[in-house]
């Protein structure tokens, strides 16, 4: 299984490319983490933000390969526990087809991005900044597959 993460936002501060990484190199071949970075719209003064949240929204769903299990980040979705999201992770791994998970820009996923999806997932009720969301993802999905495996890293 691949997961594919596709997150709005280029040229992320070191810290973020660094903590992403970490985990990110972590996760074993049956579930590779791969990330594909989305440009983002032009934000300024008078920006048209619905616009520009459209826009974005039709470069996600282009980048999603054909016949991937889509997962969306929205705060409206499912907060899952650490072995909640291990559940998922294995019913995922068995079932045979890729994961994308979409993480939109500073003002969230297009509604045609919020339709796209197979499950919607809130990380939590928090707001967190942007960026720091790739790093959270990265990390919870190797604890994830770390309870899969009875790996230490996880010590609950």
């Known amino acids: ?4 993460l596709l997150a709005v936002g280029q040229k992320m501060p070191a810290w973020v ?3 992403y990484k970490e985990y990110a190199h972590r996760m074993p071949a049956e579930a590779k983490l791969e990330l594909k970075e989305i440009s983002p719209g032009k934000r300024g003064k008078n920006a048209d933000i619905k ?22 980040l929205d705060v409206r979705g ?3 526990s650490t072995e909640q999201l291990a559940e998922r992770m294995d019913g995922w791994m068995h079932s045979g087809q890729d994961i994308c998970l979409l993480v939109g ?8 991005c919020r339709s796209l999806a197979n499950e919607k997932w809130s990380l939590s009720s928090l707001t967190f900044p942007h960026p720091l969301v790739r790093v959270i993802l990265a990390e919870q999905l190797y604890r994830a597959w770390s309870v899969l495996r009875n790996h230490p890293y996880h010590r609950a």
């Open 17 to 19: 490319e660094q903590g």
């Open 51 to 72: 616009r520009i949240v459209e826009e974005e929204g039709r470069r996600l769903k282009a980048a999603i390969p054909k016949s991937a299990h889509v997962v969306v």
């Open 78 to 80: 499912k907060s899952h």
């Open 1 to 4: 299984m691949r997961i594919l």
């Open 105 to 112: 820009g500073p003002e969230g996923l297009s509604d045609e």
